[in-house]
Nanobody, 122 residues
Framework: QVQLVESGGGLVQPGGSLRLSCAAS????????MEWFRQAPGKQRELVAG???????NLAESVKGRFTISRDNAKNTVYLQMNSLKPEDTAVYYC????????????????WGQGTQVTVSS
């Protein structure tokens, strides 16, 4: 089994910063990509940022210039640095990992974390 544990959420004032972490553990051979999604009340879950094992990046237009994503492959951990936060960034943030569980795996399996709340409010 594979577990993803997120941390770093909380309450922050507009213009502030937070850093989210997501650590993957368990039966992991390698991780193809790690991504951050968010879901605000009454809205669909949306992709915020993603990073592949080769460090190719993908950022949503709404967060470009404010958020950065990075990854520590040795620790199977992905980070989301969020700066210049806005009230519209308020959401539950979820981590997702695409995991190869063995050297013989053909397809990567998707695993999700439990989510961490980010609230931007004065």
């Amino acid at each position: 089994q594979v577990q993803l544990v997120e941390s770093g959420g909380g309450l922050v004032q507009p213009g502030g910063s937070l850093r989210l972490s997501c650590a993957a553990s368990g039966s992991i051979f390698s991780i193809k990509a790690m991504e951050w999604f968010r879901q605000a009340p009454g809205k669909q879950r949306e992709l915020v940022a993603g990073i592949t094992s080769g460090s190719n990046l993908n950022l949503a237009e709404s967060v470009k210039g404010r958020f950065t994503i990075s990854r520590d492959n040795a620790k199977n951990t992905v980070y989301l640095q969020m700066n210049s936060l806005k009230p519209e960034d308020t959401a539950v943030y979820y981590c997702k990992a695409q995991v190869f569980r063995s050297a013989y795996s053909i397809n990567a399996l998707n695993y999700w974390g439990q989510g961490t709340q980010v609230t931007v409010s004065s």
